[in-house]
């Protein structure tokens, strides 16, 4: 058997356009253009590369767009008054502080993403946004796991009573994708480092999330046959080789939808960015 391939981009188009038809939405209603600003403090090539590409995704969907550049020395207190800057600029809907910070503002990365207003948080960090996530309230979700659960969604997996696994506890990943599983009526089990029987656990699962870190970690006996795999992992083996959590090659014979990797979920991220922009501004207009 050879599973269906979830493509990124297929989805991630998709999301975009829902994001446009929204923001278009927005404007005639509002009058207003939503806005994203993105905060980069130092120079690491990586996460400049993340943020050009989180601007040329505003442009092309005609959104308002600021680059806050600051540099590698930047203190707390500079940083703290520049989002409050952003909090109560009216142009700006979406804040998102590019991590990692240096090292020397590491230890207030709390304190900075709390700092953010959580109507503005699209990244869905702040502890606001977390509550409201696990309460079933309407909240900002993290950018990577929303994407995966639209992507699920458009691409019409039965997630009611479904078993769904999802391998990884990050706040980032693995915890909001649990409580999105579970707002959508799955039966969900998260397995992480300290899981016992891992794969027995892997097998009985209708959806699996990978998000472990560890390349091709979850190899074809760990699945059921016909099960749906999401592999959120991004793991460089050699200089220009990216592999996922998942053990593609194996794993696309038994499953029965299978993400790539690259080409997968890495591609929904972004567009999700600019769905959480466009709610954000209705969060924000609509009080
Ligand atoms: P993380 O390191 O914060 O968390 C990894 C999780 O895996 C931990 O909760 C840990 O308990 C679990 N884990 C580690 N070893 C394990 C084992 N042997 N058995 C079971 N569980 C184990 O990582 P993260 O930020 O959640 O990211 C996970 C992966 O997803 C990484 O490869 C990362 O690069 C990727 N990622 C991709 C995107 C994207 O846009 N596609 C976004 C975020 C993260």
Redo the contacts with the bound molecule.
Sequence with gaps: MTARLLEGKVFAAKIREEAGKKAAEIKEKYGVTPGLAVIIVGENPASQVYVRNKHKACTELGFYSEGVEMPENTTREELLAEISRLNNDPKIHGILVQLPLPKALQPYESEVLEAIDPLKDVDGFHPVNVGRLVTGQKALVP??PH?CIRMLELADIPMEGAKAVV????????KPMLHLLLGRNATVTI?????KN?AEVVKDADIVV?????PR?VTADMIKPGATVID????RIAPKKLV??VDFEAVKEVAGAITP?PG???L??IAMLMQNTVDAAELQLSK
């Excluded at 391998?167 to 693995?174: L, P």
């Excluded at 959120?232 to 793991?235: A, T, Y």
Aim: some cysteine; hydrophobic content about 35%.
């Design positions: 950018c990577t994407g391998i990884g506890r990050s706040n980032i990943v693995g397995c992480h480092s300290r899981t891992l990978a998000a472990v870190g560890k970690f959120v992992g991004i793991n996922g959590d990797v997968g979920v890495g929904l991220t």
